[in-house]
């Protein structure tokens, strides 16, 4: 069986469920070590490791709680560790920026500590957390960041959210640019409605899903996988030649009016 990322180290954040979760399993399938990083849920965290161990993959876990100021220093404290722990380095080759929150507010109802949290979580530590995994990240690694479809067609019950992913898409393009000289790749997938507790108000919700569904070309909800798959494309040797991309994968919502 040809794994791709046999030898390859990823750090994968927000992989304790939903999208993170499918994203580490897909790579760990793929070959590569995987830091499977959590906010809060240390138990669910382990569940993914011990998933990942029993199909003969490879992993650990590493909490930080990137809501937290210091938040970016204790994740790269804790990799950094359990790195030199199971490698002697602390070098890596696969950044996955996914850790997110979604709080539904619109617009008038937003509140400033909202507003202060969504940023620190989506953009904030997405930021610092790729400053310091660059100084750690091989020539020829990826980095893939978790944007949304909402750039592009935002949610007005989620307003402070919609906004804030709208960053991480100019961000991805800079970094291309920055990284390109080192052969490191930047790309980022813009999932639509995909079915995790993030989204369970669209996806799990009957009515709400079939509404979703009207405005898709491809008529159902998205899964996890459906995402994981766009990311270990581009983060294995057949992503080499693409970089400072927006991947949507939404099942071609909202394509025409």
């Known amino acids: 069986m040809v794994r791709p990322l046999e030898g390859k180290i990823a750090v994968v954040t927000g992989a304790s469920r939903g999208i993170g979760r499918a994203i580490a399993e897909r790579l760990a399938g793929d070959g590569a070590l995987v830091a499977i990083h959590y906010g809060r849920s240390k138990g669910a965290a382990d569940d993914v490791v011990a998933g990942i161990t029993e199909k003969g993959g490879s992993a650990f876990a590493v909490g930080a709680d990137l809501a937290a100021k210091d938040g970016v220093k204790q994740l790269f404290a804790a990799l950094d560790t359990g790195l030199r722990a199971r490698t002697g380095s602390t070098q890596f080759d696969i950044l996955v920026n996914n850790a997110a929150i979604a709080p539904f507010a619109d617009f008038a109802s937003t509140t400033e500590q909202v507003l202060d949290e969504i940023y620190t979580v989506n953009v ?3 930021f610092l957390a790729t400053q ?3 100084k750690r990240l091989r020539d020829g690694g990826r980095i893939v960041n978790i944007s949304s479809g909402v750039v592009r067609t935002p949610v007005t019950d989620a307003a402070a959210y919609s906004a804030l992913k709208a960053p991480i898409d ?6 291309a640019h920055d990284l390109g000289p080192r052969s490191i790749t930047v790309n980022a997938v813009a999932p639509g409605v995909i079915d995790t507790d993030m989204a369970a108000a669209f996806a799990r919700d009957p009515a709400a899903a079939e509404f979703v ?3 898709q070309a491809l008529k159902r909800i998205g899964k996890p996988e459906d995402i994981a798959d766009v990311v270990g494309f581009l983060s294995g040797p057949s992503g080499r030649w693409v970089t400072g991309q927006i991947v949507e994968a939404s099942g071609g ?3 025409t009016f």
Request: proline share 0%; no cysteine; aromatic share 0%.
């Open 124 to 126: 904030r530590s997405v």
């Open 132 to 134: 310091e995994a660059t």
């Open 170 to 175: 100019n961000l991805t393009k800079l970094l």
């Open 213 to 215: 569904k009207s405005k």
């Open 253 to 255: 919502s909202v394509l």
